[in-house]
């Protein structure tokens, strides 16, 4: 029989790995994993043929027990990059039946515990394409009466080659086994397990990092299972109560309860104030029912005020500054958004989620919109003003130095750059968003905040019907009736 190859992946928490999901698919479980709250369904793993656990002579009995010793292996190792374990996989002959198969793996498998003194899930699996493999999940430190001790398979990871050296040596081995199995008519001799350990291993002393709170607490419940169980006093848990079945509890009450309010979550904005973020966290407590909404707008009159003079100011400042010249006709959706800003709406709608936050957004518009309206105006006056000192300093009468010069002259053409025809393509383009921003902030104020404004009407239509100002009599004398005398003549007298 020709020789085989074995496969080694080294499985590692930064790549994703996780030794609880690998035990669950090569023993056919389900398994679940407290630290990333995953259930990990082997149970629907298809081509399962054995599986059986191996451990050292000297390990706790609860090494045997695939859940409990794969979970504490995985949440031993609490680093990002850590090493979790080693997946070792090998093919079978076809021609073996079942129990040869499984009898061949556990005899690999006490090979490899003997070696690396690691607990190991030999598994037998059927592919899809009629093939047999063999998988061995080796442990990622060894394990002893006191628990997980120094790093299994080091050798491993050594460099100058002695990687490579030892997986070379354990494939040699694994063949031996498979031809002494064979030969012997299905039972591997007894030298060839006690081979396992005559093949010279590397001197690797790998240093055991310091043991956290964590790790000591996980070591003494260790050896509190393995004392309970050498007194025999060790309860197995029973399957309603294992990880899964807890995991589908869970699973069962989450969907019974009623479902969570939603959050509130505000869409992007320019930053709010600090005046708006504690007007803000007094309406929450207002709308949580701690605290009265009009005994909050008391106690924080001068805040809100504070907050009101603010708005209104920046109102006031970009009014002004849109004002390029006198006599300048404004935007009809300005003026509309800055009528918006004027009303108050504090009192009324000041509980409502966002409010301030909302209010704060519209004048950041109108602050932006008066900016970009102004902007072509402001770049002309710079153009003005840098020619103006460039003409100074070339002047022959009083000539500045070649510095002062060469300054002016950048200063210049930098400000007349902002006067081309792309700039001024790109400051429309500017503008055109602004006042469409501006216009979705004042519509959206006005219509979740929307307050009706009192009209006078004028001129007054009953104006006519008042009294005259001095009291005295109307001149008009059409309600009176005039009687005139019959005529004592007429037809037939």
Known sequence: MEDIGINLRNLGRARGDSVIEVAAHLAGIDLFDVRTNRLHRGSRADGILSSRMLAPADAPRSALDVESFWIASEHFEPRANARLGRLISLPLARHLSLVGQSELASQIGEMLVARYSAVILAAVHKLSSAGIEAHFLLSARQVRQSGFGSRAGAMFDAGSGSGAKEIAALTELVNAIIRSYQEGGGSAPPQAQADASLIPRPDFRVPRRPLTPLDAAQIEMQLALARADARGVLVPTSPGHSHAAAFADRIYARRAAPPPAALLVRESGPPASWMARNLGRLARKARNGQDSWARLLGSESELLGRWRDSILTAGSKARSAAMISPGTQLDQGFLQALAALEVDRAPIYGMRPFFFLDIEALSSTVTTYAAALRAPHDDMERVMRARVQLTQA????????????????????????????????????????????????????????????????????????????????????????????????????
């Open 394 to 493: 070339i002047n022959p009468a009083e000539r500045a130095s070649s510095a002062a010069i060469r300054a002016a002259r950048e200063a210049f053409d930098i400000a007349r750059a902002q006067t081309t025809d792309a700039a001024k393509t790109r400051g429309q383009s500017q503008l055109r968003e602004a006042r469409r921003e501006m216009r979705e902030a004042r519509e959206h104020v006005e219509h979740h905040y929307h307050i009706t404004q009192a009209v006078l009407i004028d001129p007054d239509p009953f104006a006519a019907f008042d009294e005259p100002p001095d009291g005295g009599a109307r001149s008009s004398d059409s309600h009176q009736r005039q009687l005139r005398p019959t005529s004592s003549t007429g037809p037939g007298r």
